[in-house]
């Protein structure tokens, strides 16, 4: 079956990174564009960053560019989301999502504070 699964999310202090990584599996990952999503308590689910089935073609919301990196690595079926510079308001749980395939991931919670 279908599976997305969200690793990576930690308490990290503001400034600091993480790496967030999406492994997908029950479909041919490589012809699927992906995106990745945040919510944080209170707040509705939010675009974060797209990237297209070959990974050639990405964009991101205002709010995560120049700090953000979406990328994939088809060989190993995964996406991941590259996190500098990080902002207390980046606080949220992080999900991936298909939206040809209609499937999100269970999400992974990303803390930044001091």
């Known amino acids: 079956q279908v599976q997305l699964v969200e690793s990576g999310g930690d308490l990290v202090q503001p400034g600091g990174s993480l790496r967030l990584s999406c492994a997908a599996s029950?479909?041919?990952?490589?012809?699927?564009?992906i995106k990745w999503y945040r919510q944080a308590p209170g707040k509705e689910r939010e675009l974060v960053a797209t990237?297209?089935?070959?990974?050639?073609?990405?964009s991101y919301a205002d709010f995560v560019k120049g700090r953000f990196t979406i990328s994939r690595d088809n060989a190993k079926n995964t996406v991941y989301l590259q996190m500098n510079s990080l902002k207390p308001e980046d606080t949220a749980v992080y999900y991936c999502?298909?939206?040809?395939?209609?499937?999100w991931g269970q999400g992974t919670q990303v803390t930044v504070s001091s």
């Open positions: 999502h298909s939206p040809s395939l209609g499937y």
């Open positions: 029950g479909f041919t990952f490589s012809r699927y564009g």
């Open positions: 990237i297209s089935s070959t990974g050639f073609i990405f």
